[in-house]
Nanobody, 124 residues
Framework: QVQLVESGGGLVRPGGSLRLSCAASGRIFSGYAMGWLRQAPGKEREFVAAISWSGTSTYYADSVKGRFTISRDNAKNTVYLLMNSLKPEDTAVYYC?????????????????WGQGTQVTVSS
C-alpha cells in the first residue's frame, strides 16, 4: 500500500512562514517526482511546485516563485515545502502527490498518488 501523509499546515498571519512535510511509504519514492498542489474553496486544484527524483530539477507556479521552496530528502522518504511571505490568497488545502517522470508536472491529472491534504490558512 502506497501512502503519502502531509503535515505542517495551520493558521498563519500574512507575511508569515510555514513548512509542509510529506512522508512517503513503500517504494513510491524511488524514481518518482514529487509535487505540491493546492485547492482553495470553490476553485480548481492548482499546481504549486514540483521536484524531480534526484532533486536537481524544480519547477514553480508563477504565483509562488521566489516565496516557496520545494526540497526532498530521499533517505527519509520525505518532501518539503517551505512557504515564506504568505498571503491570504495562499489559503488552501495543500496536497502532496507523486508521479513517474518529469514531464507535465504542472498537470494534476499526471499524478499517480495523492496524500489526504493539509489545511493552510493565511489570515490576520
Amino acid at each position: 500500500q502506497v501512502q503519502l501523509v502531509e503535515s505542517g499546515g495551520g493558521l498563519v498571519r500574512p507575511g508569515g512562514s510555514l513548512r509542509l512535510s510529506c512522508a512517503a511509504s513503500g517504494r513510491i519514492f524511488s524514481g518518482y517526482a514529487m509535487g505540491w498542489l493546492r485547492q482553495a474553496p470553490g476553485k480548481e486544484r492548482e499546481f504549486v511546485a514540483a521536484i524531480s527524483w534526484s532533486g536537481t530539477s524544480t519547477y514553480y507556479a508563477d504565483s509562488v516563485k521566489g516565496r516557496f521552496t520545494i526540497s526532498r530528502d530521499n533517505a527519509k522518504n520525505t518532501v518539503y515545502l517551505l512557504m515564506n511571505s504568505l498571503k491570504p490568497e495562499d489559503t488552501a488545502v495543500y496536497y502532496c502527490a507523486a508521479k513517474l517522470g518529469w514531464a507535465r508536472v504542472e498537470l494534476s491529472v499526471e499524478y499517480d498518488y495523492w496524500g489526504q491534504g493539509t489545511q493552510v490558512t493565511v489570515s490576520s
